[in-house]
């Protein structure tokens, strides 16, 4: 079983930024895929971001987040990051990391494909 747990959530202001974290409980290189999705109050579960860590780090975001939101990674802390910048109310949402054996050299935005899910972390932006 793959072990995701996420960091760095908070609350801030319209237009700033927050870096959030997510540690592996395994070499993320056995991993096919891994992303950020989000799910806001009442909302269903959306992709953000994801990448291809045996693919020369693909990466995919989604339409909503492309310039302002950036995926990494970090091999040697077992580490993930999304750096979200110049934040919009619409991105308060809990914030998941998630991982899969499975997926082609570009990775889905697509929930239900991703088997390992984080426990979320809230992003709270205020107008």
């Known amino acids: 079983q793959v072990q995701l747990v996420e960091s760095g959530g908070g609350s801030v202001q319209a237009g700033g930024s927050l870096r959030l974290s997510c540690g592996a409980s395994?070499?993320?290189?056995?991993?096919?895929?891994m992303g950020w999705f989000r799910q806001a109050p009442g909302k269903e579960r959306e992709g953000v971001a994801t990448?291809?860590?045996?693919?020369?780090?693909?990466?995919s975001y989604a339409d909503s987040v492309k310039g302002r939101f950036t995926i990494s990674r970090d091999i040697g802390k077992k580490m993930i990051y999304l750096q979200m910048n110049n934040l919009k109310p619409e991105d308060t949402a809990a914030y998941f990391c998630?991982?899969?054996?499975?997926?082609?050299?570009?990775?889905?935005?697509?929930?239900?494909?991703?088997?390992?899910w984080g426990q979320g972390t809230q992003v709270t932006v205020s107008s």
């Open positions: 998630a991982a899969a054996f499975t997926g082609g050299d570009s990775c889905n935005l697509y929930p239900p494909a991703y088997a390992y």
């Open positions: 395994t070499s993320i290189y056995i991993l096919n895929c």
């Open positions: 990448f291809r860590p045996g693919s020369g780090d693909k990466t």
